[in-house]
């Protein structure tokens, strides 16, 4: 059983927006809650100061104040904290984009951790990315998957919360699986060679 809690950042600037994309952190034992959430919007922001050179021009990203703190083996929620830290939205500065606004960067998130005989993995989407990332026969430059690595380490064995995937729990799925478990990010990066591009599926 783990402290844990989420950070979400919310997209604009584009239709089809918003955008969501959720960073999962555990806590630091010798940090409040509190500051443990602080920190961590910090660290969100920094992720995409990091990665704003290859982000659509004016699509802004912005990490919410409203954080929530979960009991990673059951999902309860223990606490809902609003953080009164400044966090500017970040803004895009690419403006080289002919590209659809669901062009993303597909990133793998790895853990070593083994839940049901398969190691725990997550993944994220970052974007929408412009053409400063995409080379001339559209795959992903050696310098927008270095970017991306950069920003996740960052995140990832520091000092404070660090970077989890959390597998949820599922009571429907077996006694194994029906106790969720969070896992540190010890590893993260561009997971595929050409950009992904999402659809919109139906309710």
Request: charged share 20%; proline share 5%.
């Amino acid at each position: 059983m783990a402290d844990i809690f989420i950070i979400k950042a919310l997209g604009s600037g584009w239709q089809g927006a918003p955008g969501l994309t959720q960073f999962i952190f555990d806590t630091d034992p010798l940090l409040t809650r509190r500051e443990n959430a602080d920190q961590a919007l910090g660290l969100v922001s920094s992720f995409y100061e990091t990665m704003a050179d290859y982000l659509v021009n004016d699509t802004v990203w912005q990490p919410s104040a409203e954080v929530d703190f979960f009991e990673d083996s059951n999902g309860e929620l223990q606490e809902r904290y609003v953080s009164g830290e400044v966090i500017d939205p970040v803004t895009g500065t690419d403006t080289t984009s002919g590209n659809s606004r669901a062009t993303m960067v597909a990133s793998k998130l790895s853990t070593s951790v083994v839940r049901n005989n398969r190691l725990i993995t997550g993944r994220h989407f970052i974007g929408p990315i412009g053409d400063n990332g995409i080379d001339d026969e559209g795959t992903l430059t050696a310098a927008i998957r270095q970017t991306v690595a950069t920003a996740y380490a960052g995140m990832i064995d520091i000092v404070g919360p660090n970077l989890v995937v959390w597998a949820r729990p599922r009571p429907d799925a077996g006694p194994v699986l029906a106790v969720g478990q969070s896992a540190r990010v010890e590893g993260a990066g561009v997971s595929m060679s050409v950009p992904a591009v999402l659809r919109s599926r139906r309710d």
